[in-house]
């Protein structure tokens, strides 16, 4: 019978220590990922006006718009998709992300190279879209 427990115990023992490992392994995996400010490439242009027909910025008219490229413009693209059909970019391989409304536009070249483009009207802090077809 004393055989029989200590069996029973050490059974449970080592189930315990299993699922302690596997618990400390999951929380390892967990947190392998860490939240990192990177560098951007891009440009940007503070403007009054429309992109179309732009002004210098006013005290009741300024905008800004930003192109960015490179890995960010990456990171961006990968998050957004699928990708949707654009008449702005013919280009057969071309392929174009889009949302609110056209306000945030993305597109991977056929030669693999990433742009995004977005802007907000700095007066009321709305997202206006950076980029015109």
């Not at 050490?10 to 990922?33: D, I, K, M, N, P």
């Not at 056929?110 to 742009?115: H, I, S």
Request: include cysteine; aromatic fraction near 10%.
């Amino acid at each position: 019978m004393d055989t029989m427990i200590t069996s029973i115990l050490s059974y449970r023992v080592r189930f315990l220590a299993a699922v302690v490992l596997l618990a400390l392994g999951a929380t390892t995996l967990a947190y392998e990922w860490t939240y990192e400010l990177k560098p951007i490439r891009g440009v940007y242009a503070t403007y009054g006006g429309g992109l179309g027909d732009p002004w210098k910025p006013t005290q009741t008219d300024h905008k800004i718009m930003f192109s960015i490229d490179g890995p960010a413009a990456k990171a961006m693209f990968d998050g957004m998709g699928p990708d949707a059909k654009d008449i702005c970019s013919p280009e057969d391989g071309n392929r174009v992300r889009k949302r609110d409304g056209e306000r945030l536009y993305c597109m991977r070249s056929k030669q693999g190279e990433y742009q995004c483009n977005f802007g907000f009207d700095l007066r009321t802090g709305k997202s206006i879209g950076g980029i015109i077809c």
